[in-house]
Nanobody, 121 residues
Framework: QVQLVESGGGLVQAGGSLRLSCAASGSILSINNMGWYRQAPGKQRELVATITSDGNTNYGISVKGRFTMSMDNAKNMVLLQMNSLRPEDTAVYYC???????????????WGQGTQVTVSS
């Protein structure tokens, strides 16, 4: 089975940095897109950043210029470098990927369990 596992979350003071990682595991034919989303208590899940298989990135307006997403296709992994963190960045960050498993060749939208990022003022 295919799984996404996030790591790298933690507690950091405002202005600090964190780097999140998301690794896809299992029998995978291809990963077409990967992304990071976040959800704060009482709020809708919000787009943070996405990356396509050719390396093109898109960022949410609130994180543009502060966050950088990158991809390692060989490891089926993406990274999210978060700089100049603000208290409003506090949320659970979820990894998302459009993945075609080897078994059925049907694309699915997978989500990880999330990693908590807390930014203190």
């Amino acid at each position: 089975q295919v799984q996404l596992v996030e790591s790298g979350g933690g507690l950091v003071q405002a202005g600090g940095s964190l780097r999140l990682s998301c690794a896809a595991s299992g029998s995978i034919l291809s990963i077409n897109n990967m992304g990071w989303y976040r959800q704060a208590p009482g709020k809708q899940r919000e787009l943070v950043a996405t990356i396509t298989s050719d390396g093109n990135t898109n960022y949410g307006i609130s994180v543009k210029g502060r966050f950088t997403m990158s991809m390692d296709n060989a490891k089926n992994m993406v990274l999210l470098q978060m700089n100049s963190l603000r208290p409003e960045d506090t949320a659970v960050y979820y990894c998302n990927a459009d993945i075609i498993p080897n078994s059925d060749h049907v694309q699915y939208d997978y989500w990880g369990q999330g990693t908590q990022v807390t930014v203190s003022s």
